[in-house]
């Protein structure tokens, strides 16, 4: 499904105590697929407990670059997404833009 110069790397964040994905899965993720010949984000999926909150928060990722934190994709995490996990995601996306570089200066 995925070409070979794809990698998977996945963010990870906290959520608050009373956030239905921390009793479900203990904290958030995303794991996002990556074309490392662009550095674009081909695919990705959250540990969301609602399948309309993935849908959403893959529409704000797909097609945007993992090389470099984008301000202004955080500025609009923070403009369209208002549910408990805004936060969340802004770290979870942070982290995995830091581990894509890592991965990506060692093995590409």
Do not use: P
């Amino acid at each position: 499904m995925y070409s070979e110069n794809t990698v998977y790397v996945v963010g990870n964040a906290k959520t608050n105590t009373d956030n239905a994905i921390t009793n479900k899965f203990s904290s958030f993720f995303i794991g996002f697929v990556v074309d490392v010949d662009k550095d674009e984000i081909i695919d990705l999926s959250c540990s969301s407990t609602i399948r309309t909150t993935d849908d959403f928060i893959r529409s704000l990722f797909m097609r945007k670059s993992l090389k470099i934190f984008d301000c202004t994709l955080e500025e609009e995490i923070k403009k369209r997404y208002h549910g408990s996990s805004q936060r969340a995601i802004i770290v979870a996306y942070k982290d995995a833009t830091k581990k894509y570089n890592e991965v990506k200066l060692r093995h590409f």
